[in-house]
């Protein structure tokens, strides 16, 4: 009888997110379409890899409130370093960078922003939702600083086919999101730090006794979340052809919502990454429902809310019986 | 040995993504060849503004037979008279038109211009000379001849630096209330919600009636 309630708790995403298809199946015949389905494919690569890194986090009971900043910045900096590279008028010397260079030094400021979080929660111990609201306004600042408050557009096809390009029919970007999520699930998993990620998430302090290097495991989880979020960043960025001052806006919640209804618990130590990608897929698809239903943009938000209000009591409510 | 081994062989991949990743150049020498390819658009909109403006002034539509055109079938005249570079309900005409002076304040002139049997009320604008409705208006600029977005967004800049510099200085010191001023001017107008009243000019040649 209890394997049974186990086996339903761990398949209530997937059993929402095939309920919420049938339903907008039902309600419009332009849902069950190969195109519509790709359309939402590519929308959720971008959030997929964003709450994968704040899957991560979360287990181990923090939060990343500067992934969508990150995001914006990233993005700005791997399309500037690509357009207009370096100039050192002192030197006389200009640093050019390839596709791979730039977008290899975008993927390690995120990083390293990530590392910055991870530095200031272990090393000061500031609460991760202060520290990293700090860094979601430092970052969007310096997205402003950095881009002028301009866009920095036309990046070249070759740039652009990262976001809209396609290998054997299946949108880029979401190539790039089963990667991260592969990486993600073996880590996780698989690995020494995936165990340790849970057993810092569960009781830090019996972590602590039992030898794990808390501000190692930390430092790294930040680290990743920054890089993924830069990830998000070069798709979102390659996918307009163009960085956005203000990109990445609110993006943070639609990863925390991808996480909480993915049914990993905000206080750490439960959860997976499968549930995170059922979760994004699930807001996905709730977005992509509402706007084939023509609902007003006011009314999507308040629903998503509402899902999201859902899922958390749905899981409060099955702690409290286990 | 094998941890030597393992550290060369990341040195040298580290060593091959750098080489892959970044290149460089003399400074000095990459400006001036990017100088000799820019695109000057403070150059380019004052050839535009001497060149080929005074035909387009000379040629708009008179802002009556426009109000009658659009009446009569909106799509028609839309095509017909009015241009936009971007997608969307906006539109742009340039318009001669015929007005007397009801208000002068700092950043706008109102005025009442006749429009067959109906007195319109409306502005002209003499301050913030921004957006860009005279180059759409004006209909000489194309996206297609423009790759980069920030250099049409310079033409604009560049057009509307002129206007404020070589056309309003003379009008705004000379205008009063109850004078009777000649126009062109561009202005934006909404395909989907046409609204006559409250319209904004932006004067492109002007002068008063003595």
């Not at chain 1, 500031?126 to 920095?152: S, W």
């Not at chain 1, 030898?211 to 930390?218: H, P, Q």
Request: aromatic fraction near 8%; charged fraction near 15%.
């Amino acid at each position: 009888m209890s394997q049974n309630k186990i086996d339903i708790k761990k398949f209530q995403s997937l059993i929402a997110l095939l309920l919420l298809c049938i339903v907008l199946g039902l309600m419009t015949d332009k849902f069950f379409t190969a195109e519509n389905g790709l359309n939402v494919l590519r929308q959720v690569a971008v959030n997929i890899c964003i709450a994968t890194g704040m899957t991560l986090i979360v287990l181990t009971a923090g939060i990343d409130l500067s992934v969508g900043s990150v995001l914006a910045l990233c993005g700005a900096v791997t399309a500037g370093l690509f357009k207009n590279g370096l100039e050192f008028p002192s030197s006389d010397l200009f640093v050019g960078f390839t596709m791979l260079g730039a977008i290899l030094a975008g993927l390690l400021l995120g990083a390293l922003i990530g590392w910055i979080n991870g530095f200031s929660i272990t090393k000061f111990n500031v609460p991760p939702f202060v520290a990293t609201l700090a860094m979601l306004t430092i970052a969007r600042g310096f997205t402003m600083l950095y881009t002028k408050g301009h866009p920095i557009s036309n990046l070249g096809k070759d740039f652009a086919n990262i976001g809209s390009g396609t290998f054997i029919e299946i949108p880029v970007p979401v190539w790039l999101a089963i990667v991260v999520v592969i990486i993600a699930v073996v880590v996780t998993q698989k690995t020494r730090l995936g165990r340790y990620i849970y057993a810092i998430g569960g009781n830090e302090q019996a972590a602590k006794l039992s030898g794990i290097n808390i501000k190692k495991v930390k430092l790294i989880v930040y680290s990743l979340a920054g890089s993924l979020a830069a990830l998000g960043g070069i798709i979102v960025t390659a996918r307009l052809d163009s960085a956005q001052p203000n990109a990445g806006i609110s993006y943070e919640l639609d990863a925390i919502a991808a996480v909480v209804i993915g049914g990993t618990s905000l206080s750490g130590g439960k959860g997976s990454v499968r549930g995170t990608v059922l979760g994004a897929i699930i807001i996905g698809v709730l977005n992509n429902g509402l706007v084939l239903l023509n609902v007003s943009p006011f009314w999507q938000q308040v629903v998503k809310g509402a899902v999201i209000l859902l899922a958390v009591i749905i899981d409060k409510l099955g702690e409290k019986k286990e | 040995m094998n941890k030597y081994i393992k550290y060369i062989l990341l040195l040298l991949a580290v060593v091959l993504v750098a080489y892959k990743s970044v290149y460089f150049e003399k400074l000095s020498e990459r400006k001036s060849n990017n100088t000799a390819i820019a695109f000057d658009a403070t150059a380019f909109s004052k050839k535009l503004w001497l060149q080929q403006f005074p035909v387009k002034l000379d040629n708009a539509v008179a802002l009556p037979v426009l109000m009658e055109a659009i009446n009569k079938s909106s799509t028609t005249a839309f095509t017909q008279y009015t241009n936009a570079l971007a997608v969307g309900n906006y539109r742009y005409a340039l318009v001669k038109l015929d007005a007397v002076v009801t208000s002068v304040k700092e950043d706008e002139v109102l005025i009442n211009v006749q429009a067959g049997d109906s007195v319109l009320q409306a502005s002209l604008a003499t301050e913030f000379i921004y957006g860009n409705s005279i180059r759409d208006a004006s209909g000489l600029v194309q996206v297609k001849d423009y790759p980069n977005t920030s250099d049409l967004n310079s033409i604009s800049e560049a057009l509307n630096k002129i206007v404020r510099s070589e056309v309003l200085p003379s009008f705004k010191s000379a205008v009063k209330k109850g004078n009777t001023v000649n126009a062109v001017a561009a202005v934006e107008l909404n395909k989907e919600h046409i609204h006559w009243q409250g319209l904004e000019f932006i004067p492109l040649r002007i002068s008063i009636k003595q």
